[in-house]
């Protein structure tokens, strides 16, 4: 099992930053690729970003590239995501996840097995 906790949303004016963390505590952490994805009201959870287990690869949604970055720390069982230029369309409840059997990332909901609580990220116009 692992779990996983997430922190750093809140509400934000567009064009500011947020950084969320995660924090992974159970199996080990680098086993696992980990990736952010969210959801708004009344839409379905979308991908956002992935890092392999190493954190040497990444991968973004198209829509998002430039503008987050998704980065880890093994040392610390924490993965990041940095987003910067935020806009109010940007406004979703942010959860991470973690996938065992895709080391190297995933862009698929299905092939994480573990998923935090979620954190809620608001950007005002």
């Known amino acids: 099992q692992v779990q996983l906790v997430e922190s750093g949303g809140g509400l934000v004016q567009a064009g500011g930053s947020l950084r969320l963390s995660c924090v992974a505590s159970?199996?080990?952490?680098?086993?696992?690729?980990m990736g952010w994805f969210r959801q708004a009201p009344g839409k379905e959870r979308d991908f956002v970003a992935t890092?392999?287990?190493?954190?040497?690869?990444?991968y973004y949604a198209d829509s998002l590239k430039g503008r987050f970055t998704i980065s880890r720390d093994n040392a610390k069982s924490t993965v990041y995501l940095q987003m910067n230029s935020l806009e109010p369309e940007d406004t979703a409840v942010y959860y991470c996840?973690?996938?065992?059997?895709?080391?190297?990332?995933?862009?698929?909901?299905?092939?994480?097995?573990?998923w935090g609580q979620g954190t809620q990220v608001t950007v005002s116009s």
């Open positions: 996840a973690a996938a065992g059997r895709y080391r190297g990332g995933t862009d698929r909901r299905t092939s994480y097995e573990y």
């Open positions: 159970g199996r080990t952490f680098s086993s696992y690729a």
């Open positions: 890092i392999s287990w190493s954190g040497a690869s990444t």
